[in-house]
């Protein structure tokens, strides 16, 4: 319990830090959100007007100071490009890639863990090798071509599915789950291998140990085994796998909602990031590192809870 | 079978026959699908529009940065916007010439310096209130006042005064501008309620539709405008505009039905999208043009000698075959071509290894030129740059050259490095692209170029109103830029776009923007 | 040799085929690389074994340059990215304390930055070369790699082998490379195949950023992104480089397997 107030609470320091270093990255950046807005049509005095109207003519340490009192006040402030407010905006994307992340998460670590499960009760026979093959295929191949094949033949010329995942408040969860049908599919088979591949090499590495071979000679089914003796054990570096993969199906999906025309928060951090919008990218850096760092820490507790010796500290 | 044909296309005209019904009919005449398909679409054209339904536009180019603010719009999702809940002025009409929205009329003083421009009345805007001369004034106002931030600005720089006059609106220019009336077709400028001073981005205007959502860089949503003065826009009860940024994506949410048009349809693929029975492919010619540029003023470029060199080294029919893909023609290093109106052709610069190492060899340059390009600099600039890197190579130019990040390009390389790709949308008029780049003061002069004869003709030709003298005086300024320039032009672009079967009433356009100058989806409807 | 199973022998037959024409690229390739020798898209013919690319390049010579590039560049950067993110990790494990604790936390740090806004930096402070590209992959990747380390590190530190080392005297890097590698070794050597995937394709995500390979030079996740829109079309110039990633992958995670298994037979002598 103690590690884990002390957890959150270093936590929240490093989201302090990686908002200062977020903050200090974009200023870095060539460019301003002035000169992005305007863009082509830039003349010197409307880039100028503009500067004085954003307030970008403050010292840099002033505005992120001001950012970080509005932030602490729950108030992320309106974004210089558009004038529109963030948590209203952030709330709707991020909910989407929620929806989007839980059910391809839903589908992919089970069935991930299994596969992984299976590959070790047939080693080396053809279960194994096959899993491994469509698994390492699949991720060897870059997503947006996954997408498009998958479009291609199930939207296109099947008409199963659709090719634009948009989804919106008016549609109901099937409809909604129909709609991001192959998303989810493309970022399943993308997540799939890593998780499996980790599962399969973690509990082969206990395999050797005494207890299993205890456990054999009890006369335990190969499945009981695997399932009651070695995957326990192995959870350490499985957790830690799983953990990354969900990390990358909420923050790394960009590609895909691209792909899928889906409004998730990837896309809404790079057209800002690319107009140098510092509050937004400020709010969607703190909210991905908060995944991180929220993660990683559920990563740590859970491997100390799965082994007794690092429960019971000597 | 004609007889029954024309029975048919009849039924059709007056609405009493469906596309369904006329396919199946002419198929039982024995007719092929794509010929009866087209056949209809001729027959319902004639019929007139159809009012009522949802179009479905997947338009590509636009963030979920953008803003409702007309003067900051930058890209063809917020222009397409913008056309759908406000007006101009004046219009850019499909041949060229002027089409006459919020000013019903406009007449020029003799020496073309004062402008009056009659205000329509009895139109209102979507709150309710009647637009008046007084809105026209203000909102010219927010884009050309001193602490203004519009995108505008630029070409509203020569005015000295404005002022209203009843249901007029005057304009006095510094100098004496025959385009005055071209230059407020400008997509920023659309008449807001009091020149949306108040409340820029509240998307109230004179418009078809009214916005009903408004997710910016995903999806916004219009509905037809009940007090709408113009019958002959806006056809749907509903227009969704779907941002689909990835080419790939927007070419299969048409073909699965999901969006009934599409703009930017990838060149490389366009054939093959357009063999599908029920899709249409639709090419407009325009101004736009994709470019190297040099500055002029730049070593090694300042050389006149390997500017040519380079002029020569560049393939540009095979830039068209292979970026375009036979969708443009070929540039002749001046932003002109015949989509303006005073055009005279020049004689062609063609690829021609020799007298490019002749000219590398006067010029006495021996290093390796740098080029930067971007893939959003223009569709397929690296592939362009590559290409131009090869014909060069064979005589015995060499060029290097480096990806910059799509990111920050039109900040940080555009107009600040010395060679790089770009890409130009056109103008309307000779005098407002040369005003724009080539003028030796302008701000956006991304060549350097600085030739004080061609800036003495362009404000001669300003004042000209013989159409005769001022046609050679832009086809020797064209002559100027082509031979003494930083311009490399090896192709102007047309517009792809792609409509279902399930809309009619295309209009060919030569002029503007994609989407039939973004008008399709008010001008189109959704066929019976 | 005789032990080697058969699948190992095709990963290793297809892994060295690879590298080898990775290193005699120029003596192999049948044109240049930038060379424009045909028109666009051409089917595969006697003169273009694979067909020409999407600006009439040859395809089988773009893909045999382009397979130098990004199997050098992902070779380096999973080589760096595992020594520093498994050494550092196992050191935690060992150490445990603050130092455990600042290294973890740090690393949270890094992964929290987001990659186009970390790469954009990089891009806008330091010059564009191999080496740098490099050592960004290689670093970015590192923290993933530590996780894993001392994920599994920990669990084996207080194992009574190594508790029983520690009160011998033994000091950390003996007790890193005698006692926790060799038991963490299988996850590891797992991860390491997994890590060289997302490296070839990492290099064409960056290339596109502007951080990284310029044209005409490209490596092969770069070779499918330039062909894309043909691929719903069947052409394959897409789909073949495609292949060539896939195949590596499989070849490269079929010897990562056999070493593997070598691993584990070797500390349990069961087999």
Request: glycine letters at 8%; a negative charge; aromatic letters at 8%.
């Amino acid at each position: 319990m103690k590690l884990v107030v002390q957890r959150i609470a270093l936590g929240l320091l490093l989201l302090l830090a990686v908002s200062v270093l977020i903050f200090a990255g974009t200023i870095i950046l060539p460019g301003d959100v002035a000169q992005s807005i305007l863009g082509q049509s830039a003349t010197p005095e409307a880039l100028a007007n503009l500067r004085e109207e954003l307030g970008l003519n403050e010292p840099a340490i002033t505005r992120y100071f001001d950012w970080l009192f509005a932030a602490l006040q729950g108030d992320l402030g309106v974004a210089l490009t558009n004038g529109r407010d963030i948590a209203e905006s952030i709330g709707q994307r991020m909910s989407n890639t929620l929806f989007l992340a839980f059910w391809a998460a839903l589908i992919s670590v089970p069935l991930a863990i299994l596969l992984g499960l299976i590959a070790v009760r047939y080693k080396d026979r053809w279960p194994d090798k096959a899993i491994s093959a469509i698994t390492l295929a699949s991720i060897s191949i870059p997503e947006f071509l996954i997408g498009y094949l998958l479009m291609y033949f199930i939207a296109v010329k099947l008409g199963w599915f659709p090719s634009v995942a948009m989804i919106g408040d008016h549609m109901n969860l099937l409809q909604k789950l129909q709609a991001i049908a192959l998303p989810v599919m493309v970022l399943t088979l993308v997540v799939l291998a890593h998780m499996m591949r980790m599962t399969r090499a973690a509990i082969l590495n206990v395999m050797q140990s005494a207890y299993i071979e205890t456990a054999e000679l009890k006369g335990l089914t190969g499945f009981q085994v695997i399932a009651r003796h070695a995957f326990p054990n192995a959870i350490a570096p499985i957790v830690n796998v799983v953990m990354l993969n969900l990390a990358y199906l909420v923050v790394g999906v960009v590609v895909i909602e691209v792909v899928f025309v889906y409004p998730g928060m990837g896309q809404y951090l790079v057209d800002h990031v690319s107009k140098r919008d510092v509050p937004v990218v400020q709010a969607c850096g703190l909210i991905f590192a908060a995944v991180y760092i929220g993660l990683n820490m559920i990563a740590d507790i859970v491997s100390i809870l799965a082994n007794p010796r690092l429960r019971h500290p000597k | 079978m004609n007889d029954q044909l024309n029975h048919m296309a009849g039924q059709v005209a007056a609405g009493k026959m469906t596309r369904r019904e006329f396919m199946g009919k002419a198929a039982a005449l024995g007719i092929s699908a794509a010929v009866a398909s087209t056949m209809f679409a001729g027959a319902a054209h004639a019929a007139g529009p159809v009012k009522g339904g949802t179009i479905r536009v997947g338009i590509q180019g636009g963030g979920s940065s953008d803003s409702l603010d007309p003067a900051l719009a930058a890209n063809a999702t917020a222009t397409q916007v913008l056309r759908l809940w406000g007006e101009p002025l004046l219009e850019l009409d499909p041949n060229g010439g002027l089409w006459p929205r919020l000013a019903e009329s406009f007449e020029a003083s003799a020496d073309a310096r004062v402008w009056t421009f009659k205000i329509r009345s009895g139109v209102n805007f979507s709150n309710g209130q009647t637009m008046t001369a007084d809105d026209v004034l203000a909102t010219m106002e927010r884009h050309s006042g001193e602490d203004t931030k519009s995108g505008a600005l630029g070409i509203m720089r020569g005015i000295k005064d404005m002022r209203v006059d009843g249901d007029q609106f005057i304009v006095e220019l510094d100098k004496p501008n025959a385009d005055l009336p071209y230059l407020l077709t400008d997509y920023h400028l659309l008449i807001q309620p009091g020149g949306g001073k108040d409340d820029p981005t509240a998307a109230i205007g004179t418009g078809p539709y009214v916005l009903k959502s408004v997710e910016p860089g995903v999806r916004f949503v219009g509905e037809k405008n009940p007090d709408y003065w113009d019958d002959t826009v806006g056809h749907a009860d509903t227009i969704e505009l779907i941002v689909i940024n990835d080419d790939t994506a927007r070419v299969a949410a048409l073909q699965s039905g999901q969006v009934h048009m599409i703009n930017r349809v990838p060149p490389r693929t366009a054939q093959l999208v357009g063999r599908a029975p029920n899709i249409n492919l639709r090419t407009t010619s325009g101004p736009g043009h994709y470019v190297f540029i040099m500055h002029t003023n730049t070593a090694p470029f300042d050389n006149k000698d390997l500017r040519m060199a380079l002029k020569y080294g560049i393939n540009r029919q095979e830039m068209v075959d292979k970026i375009l893909f036979g969708f443009g023609s070929v540039g002749n290093d001046t932003p002109i071509n015949s989509s303006y109106p005073l055009f005279t052709e020049l004689e062609q610069r063609e690829y021609d290894p020799d007298k490019a190492a002749f000219h590398l060899k006067e010029s006495g340059f021996d290093g390796t030129v740098l080029l930067r390009t971007s893939d959003n600099s223009f569709p397929g600039a690296p592939d362009a740059a590559a290409l131009f890197q090869q014909s060069c190579g064979s005589a015995g130019i060499n060029i290097e050259i480096k990806r910059e990040p799509n990111d920050g390009y039109w900040s940080e390389v555009w107009n600040k490095q010395p060679f790089c790709t770009s890409y130009w949308g056109g103008r309307p008029t000779q005098d407002s692209m040369f005003s724009t780049a080539y003028l030796s003061t302008a701000d956006w002069n991304d060549t350097r170029f600085n030739n004080e004869q061609f800036d003495q003709l362009l404000f001669a030709a300003r004042g000209e109103l013989d159409e005769g003298k001022r046609t050679q005086m832009y086809a020797d300024m064209s002559t100027i830029l082509r031979d003494e320039g930083g311009l490399i032009c090896p192709m102007f672009n047309q517009f792809i776009d792609a409509t279902t079967s399930d809309v009619d009433g295309w209009i060919d356009s030569q002029n503007g923007f994609d989407l039939n100058n973004f008008y399709a989806p008010m001008t189109m409807w959704v066929a019976a | 040799m005789k032990n080697i199973p058969i699948s190992a022998m095709i990963g290793l037959f297809f892994t060295a085929l690879y590298f080898l024409m990775a290193i005699f690229a120029p003596l192999l390739a049948p044109y240049g690389m930038a060379e424009v020798v045909g028109g666009v898209w051409e089917p595969s013919s006697s003169k273009h074994l694979l067909g020409t690319d999407n600006i009439g390049r040859d395809l089988l010579s773009r893909m045999i340059y382009g397979g130098r590039t990004t199997i050098f560049i992902a070779t380096a950067a999973t080589i760096l990215s595992f020594v520093t993110g498994s050494v550092l990790g196992f050191f935690a494990a060992v150490m445990g304390g603050w130092v455990d604790q600042v290294l973890s936390r740090f690393v949270d740090l890094i992964m929290s930055i987001p990659t186009l806004i970390f790469a954009l930096v990089v891009l806008s402070v330091m010059p564009v070369t191999l080496p740098v590209l490099i050592l960004v992959m290689g670093l970015l990747d590192s923290t993933r790699v530590y996780r894993l380390a001392r994920a599994v590190a920990v669990d084996i530190t207080v194992m009574d082998y190594v508790e029983a080392a520690r009160l011998r005297g033994e000091k950390i890097a003996w007790i890193i490379f005698r006692e926790i590698l060799p038991n963490a070794l299988s996850p590891l050597v797992a991860e390491m195949g997994l890590r060289f995937i997302f490296a070839v394709l990492f290099v064409s995500t960056l290339s596109f950023l502007g951080l990284g390979v310029q044209p005409p030079e490209a490596d092969w996740g770069g070779i499918v992104k330039e062909n894309k829109e043909g691929i719903v079309y069947g052409i394959s110039a897409a789909l073949l480089p495609a292949v060539a990633i896939a195949t590596l992958a499989i070849s490269v995670n079929l010897v990562a397997d056999w070493v593997l298994n070598r691993t584990t037979s070797l500390k349990g002598g069961r087999g």
